[in-house]
């Protein structure tokens, strides 16, 4: 039987290709860049960077161990909380590839720094960092309660339901236009319907949409 050698194990990864929870990178230039991909995968499911790999997935190989630094200097310094992650060191075809796993956090979101100090948040959708909306931000903050809360419907929530009942998938801006419920309540009250299993948020030409599930009973 064939043993599987640690260039096997590398080459499985590659040929996967970039998705949810693998991104490639051929280098490391900017640690705040990177702490985009760390807060993305942390926030999201958790994945695994591959550094040193081309989107093509031609191994180009790290240059140094200053990237390995910038890692560490990306979790630490421009992760919000820091991010925890392992990193393994693979050597194939005579070039260094570094794999960097990132766990999903219990507690979210975690926060990219900026150059201009602004933190944001960033969520994995396939195999595209996407900055995170008010409603995930909103769904976040309610996971975080820990009493269970019993969903009442008001005559503004039930509108809002018919509403996306009416029109099928909505933006968030055309949501609170047509119910005419200000952005800011509209986007709680998503979240609200999202932890309820009512509504079901989904990203198309990168902006968000929702849209009510189709197993969902609107009372």
């Known amino acids: 039987m064939r043993t599987t050698t640690e260039t096997d194990y590398l080459q499985q990864l590659i040929q996967e290709g970039e998705h949810i929870h693998q991104d490639f990178k051929f280098e490391i230039s900017d640690a705040r860049k990177i702490a985009k991909s760390l807060s993305a995968f942390a926030n999201t499911e958790g994945g695994r960077l591959l550094i040193g790999v081309k989107d093509n997935g031609k191994i180009a190989g790290i240059r140094s161990e200053e990237e390995i630094y910038m890692i560490e200097s990306a979790a630490t310094m421009y992760c919000k909380p820091a991010v925890e992650f392992q990193s393994r060191l693979y050597r194939t075809e005579g070039k260094n590839v570094l794999e960097v796993y990132v766990p999903e956090v219990e507690e979210k979101p975690i926060y990219a720094i900026d150059e201009n100090q602004k933190a944001w948040a960033y969520v994995r959708i396939a195999d595209e960092n996407i900055l995170a909306d008010t409603v995930y931000l ?28 009416q029109h099928g998938a909505l933006s968030l801006n055309q949501c609170s236009r047509l ?16 932890r309820f299993d009512l509504v079901e948020q989904f990203l198309k030409e990168h902006t968000f949409y929702f849209q009510l599930k189709e197993e969902s009973l609107i009372p």
Not at 142 to 162: C, F, G, T
Not at 179 to 194: C, G, K, N, V, Y
């Open 138 to 165: 909103n769904r976040w903050r309610h996971n975080k309660k820990e009493e269970r809360v019993m969903m009442v419907y008001s005559e503004r929530e039930q509108h809002l339901l018919d509403i996306l009942a």
């Open 179 to 194: 119910s005419h419920i200000p952005q800011r309540q509209t986007s709680e009250l998503l979240a609200d319907f999202i």
